[in-house]
């Protein structure tokens, strides 16, 4: 169950995060309701990742801890690939006045 989760995670993370926090899987790992939802909203490879490490292991140490990096790394790489195709895409709007 948990290698789907990843997979699917790796897929559409806010989706495997809505399931994680439906079944109650986030409410093991996180003390309080707020930071799965920034999570959902900002960094959900991340959140995902945390949540996996701290239900599967207790904690951090190990593949969890390799787990939680990737996440953080994915979370960057989403966020940094779209302002990259903000910055190269194809404008073609007149702003003439006439």
Avoid: E
């Amino acid at each position: 169950m948990p290698c789907l989760l990843v997979i699917i995670g790796l897929i559409i993370p806010r989706v495997t995060l809505f399931f994680m926090w439906l079944v109650g899987y986030t409410s093991t790992a996180f003390q309080s309701y707020l930071w799965p939802l920034l999570g959902f909203f900002f960094m959900p490879y991340t959140t995902c990742a945390y949540a996996i490490g701290m239900n599967a292991n207790g904690g951090f140490h190990g593949w969890s801890l390799i787990l939680l990096i990737l996440g953080v790394l994915f979370d960057f790489g989403n966020h940094g690939g779209g302002g990259r195709a903000w910055r190269h895409r194809d404008v073609r709007v007149n702003y003439s006045i006439k």
